[in-house]
């Protein structure tokens, strides 16, 4: 994204890699509304989230919020080819984005 006219958010994943992504981006995440509504300042750590979950994590808020969701009729034929090293890391973290 090279829009300059955004504010930022920095997130702090469990390994302590920086994602800095903008605001209406990580507004899709309940979890860091909800910070933001209390902490306004400095970055955000997410110390249960893998870099590797975040980073999918933050394509899916980009996506949807250029792209917003439909409801979800039947589970997509291609949930089975996820591996199963993310599945569980991102049903664990599946409240980041509620």
């Known amino acids: ?6 504010q930022s958010v ?3 994943s469990l390994e302590e890699d920086a994602f800095d992504v903008p605001e209406e981006v990580v507004m899709l995440s309940g979890v860091v509304k909800r910070v933001l509504e209390e902490q306004r300042d400095g ?3 997410l110390l249960k989230v893998k870099s ?11 996506h ?18 996820f591996s199963l090293f993310l599945t569980f890391p991102l049903c664990f973290s599946l ?3 509620l």
């Open 64 to 81: 949807y919020r250029q792209d917003p969701m439909n409801e979800i009729e039947k589970v997509s034929e291609n949930f089975n080819s």
């Open 52 to 62: 590797a979950t975040l980073t999918k994590i933050l394509e899916f808020c980009h």
């Open 10 to 12: 920095r997130l702090i």
């Open 1 to 6: 994204m090279t829009d300059t006219n955004f």
């Open 95 to 97: 409240s980041f984005s």
């Open 43 to 45: 970055p955000i750590p």
